[in-house]
């Protein structure tokens, strides 16, 4: 099984994200770090036109409530994407708090 590092590194490479691109990093390092979220992440970003798939979000994917409110998450360090943060985190087990707080760091550099 891949690490998350591996998987982050999996994405980025697919994308040929840019090095400075923060916004993209810290979408990615969200899909990369969650099982479920990696497992559907063709569904949430098309990486040929090299965006958000937004309609995911509309019941076209099967997500747990917490995943549902990583992708919110992911989407708005991405572009800021309409989100709440406390509805973001009231949904999100203690990993996954985590995962999106490491991803806030990684957007804003902290």
């Known amino acids: 099984m891949k690490t998350h590092e591996q998987r982050l590194q999996e994405l980025l490479t697919k994308d040929n994200t840019h090095p400075k691109d923060m916004e993209r990093k810290s979408m ?6 969650n099982d479920d979220l990696y497992s559907k ?23 747990s409530t ?15 994407h309409p989100a709440d943060v406390s509805d973001i985190f009231y949904a999100l087990d203690k990993e996954n708090a985590a995962l999106a707080i490491e991803a806030i760091k990684l957007r804003f550099g902290i």
Request: glycine letters at 4%; proline letters at 0%.
């Open 66 to 80: 917490s995943s549902r409110r990583l992708v919110k998450l992911a989407y708005n360090l991405y572009n800021q």
């Open 41 to 63: 992440v063709n569904h949430i970003y098309d990486f040929e036109e090299k965006i958000i798939k937004t309609e995911c979000l509309e019941g076209e994917v099967d997500f």
């Open 28 to 33: 990615f390092y969200i899909l990369s770090g």
